[in-house]
Protein backbone atom coordinates (compact mmCIF):
# COMPACT_ATOMS: atom_id res chain seq x y z
CA UNK A 1 0.00 0.00 0.00
CA UNK A 2 1.29 3.33 -0.86
CA UNK A 3 1.88 5.58 2.46
CA UNK A 4 1.50 9.28 0.94
CA UNK A 5 2.77 10.14 4.68
CA UNK A 6 6.54 8.65 3.58
CA UNK A 7 5.96 10.77 0.47
CA UNK A 8 5.28 13.46 1.73
CA UNK A 9 8.35 13.96 4.05
CA UNK A 10 10.42 12.43 1.40
CA UNK A 11 9.65 15.13 -0.55
CA UNK A 12 10.47 17.73 1.62
CA UNK A 13 13.37 16.24 3.18
CA UNK A 14 15.37 16.12 0.20
CA UNK A 15 13.78 19.61 -1.50
CA UNK A 16 16.59 20.96 -2.66
CA UNK A 17 17.98 17.48 -4.39
CA UNK A 18 15.05 17.01 -6.53
CA UNK A 19 14.56 20.56 -7.51
CA UNK A 20 18.48 20.12 -8.45
CA UNK A 21 17.54 17.37 -10.85
CA UNK A 22 14.25 18.34 -11.71
CA UNK A 23 14.99 21.34 -13.49
CA UNK A 24 17.76 21.12 -15.27
CA UNK A 25 15.99 17.70 -16.43
CA UNK A 26 12.86 19.27 -17.36
CA UNK A 27 14.67 22.19 -18.91
CA UNK A 28 17.11 20.18 -21.15
CA UNK A 29 13.96 17.56 -21.93
CA UNK A 30 11.40 20.21 -23.15
CA UNK A 31 14.35 21.82 -25.13
CA UNK A 32 15.64 18.49 -26.70
CA UNK A 33 11.58 17.98 -27.67
CA UNK A 34 11.96 21.54 -29.39
CA UNK A 35 14.74 20.75 -31.50
CA UNK A 36 13.28 17.51 -32.53
CA UNK A 37 9.91 18.79 -33.53
CA UNK A 38 11.84 21.57 -35.02
CA UNK A 39 14.41 19.51 -37.34
CA UNK A 40 11.16 17.18 -37.98
CA UNK A 41 12.39 14.18 -36.90
CA UNK A 42 10.28 11.69 -36.81
CA UNK A 43 6.91 11.28 -34.64
CA UNK A 44 8.41 8.19 -32.84
CA UNK A 45 11.47 10.05 -31.35
CA UNK A 46 9.23 12.73 -30.57
CA UNK A 47 6.78 10.65 -28.30
CA UNK A 48 9.78 9.37 -26.89
CA UNK A 49 11.46 11.88 -25.86
CA UNK A 50 8.31 14.53 -24.89
CA UNK A 51 7.00 11.12 -22.66
CA UNK A 52 9.56 11.19 -20.65
CA UNK A 53 9.80 15.05 -20.41
CA UNK A 54 6.35 15.06 -19.48
CA UNK A 55 7.27 12.66 -16.96
CA UNK A 56 9.75 14.98 -15.37
CA UNK A 57 6.99 18.14 -15.39
CA UNK A 58 4.37 15.85 -13.89
CA UNK A 59 6.84 15.00 -10.92
CA UNK A 60 8.14 18.64 -10.77
CA UNK A 61 4.34 19.67 -10.19
CA UNK A 62 3.62 16.78 -7.76
CA UNK A 63 6.40 17.62 -5.56
CA UNK A 64 5.40 21.76 -5.67
CA UNK A 65 1.76 20.62 -4.78
CA UNK A 66 2.96 18.33 -1.82
CA UNK A 67 4.45 22.23 -0.37
CA UNK A 68 0.80 23.76 -1.32
CA UNK A 69 -0.50 20.93 1.13
CA UNK A 70 1.35 21.87 4.06
CA UNK A 71 0.89 25.23 3.51
CA UNK A 72 3.86 26.52 2.04
CA UNK A 73 3.28 30.01 -0.48
CA UNK A 74 6.13 31.20 -1.64
CA UNK A 75 7.64 32.64 -5.02
CA UNK A 76 10.06 29.18 -5.80
CA UNK A 77 6.50 27.47 -5.02
CA UNK A 78 4.96 29.71 -7.71
CA UNK A 79 8.39 29.48 -10.12
CA UNK A 80 8.16 26.06 -10.10
CA UNK A 81 4.90 25.31 -10.66
CA UNK A 82 4.89 27.14 -13.47
CA UNK A 83 8.01 25.65 -14.90
CA UNK A 84 6.62 22.36 -15.10
CA UNK A 85 3.56 23.16 -16.11
CA UNK A 86 4.59 25.28 -19.10
CA UNK A 87 7.13 22.29 -19.58
CA UNK A 88 4.38 19.44 -19.66
CA UNK A 89 2.15 22.32 -21.90
CA UNK A 90 4.89 22.13 -24.52
CA UNK A 91 5.58 18.39 -24.90
CA UNK A 92 1.91 17.85 -24.38
CA UNK A 93 1.72 19.93 -27.72
CA UNK A 94 4.32 18.41 -29.37
CA UNK A 95 2.72 14.73 -28.69
CA UNK A 96 -0.76 16.03 -29.61
CA UNK A 97 0.02 18.38 -32.10
CA UNK A 98 3.36 18.61 -33.72
CA UNK A 99 2.86 20.19 -37.33
CA UNK A 100 1.71 23.06 -35.38
CA UNK A 101 4.53 23.18 -33.06
CA UNK A 102 6.41 22.83 -35.67
CA UNK A 103 5.02 25.76 -38.17
CA UNK A 104 4.99 28.14 -34.60
CA UNK A 105 8.87 27.05 -34.23
CA UNK A 106 9.47 28.52 -38.03
CA UNK A 107 7.76 31.23 -37.71
CA UNK A 108 9.78 32.01 -34.54
CA UNK A 109 12.78 31.47 -36.45
CA UNK A 110 11.88 33.48 -39.82
CA UNK A 111 11.59 35.99 -36.89
CA UNK A 112 14.62 35.84 -35.39
CA UNK A 113 16.42 35.59 -38.70
CA UNK A 114 15.03 39.42 -39.59
CA UNK A 115 15.34 40.49 -36.09
CA UNK A 116 19.09 39.87 -36.09
CA UNK A 117 20.48 39.64 -39.74
CA UNK A 118 23.79 38.07 -38.19
CA UNK A 119 22.12 35.10 -37.56
CA UNK A 120 20.45 34.11 -40.90
Given at each position: M??????L?????????I??????????????????????????E????????????????????T??????????T?????L????????????????????????????????F???G
Open positions: LDFNSLHFSHAYCVACAALVPLNLLATILTLILTGLHRPTAIVKVSGVAIAFAGIMVLHVLWFVIGVVMIPYVLLTGTVCFAINTWAIMHSSSLQRFLNRLTEAAKQSPVL
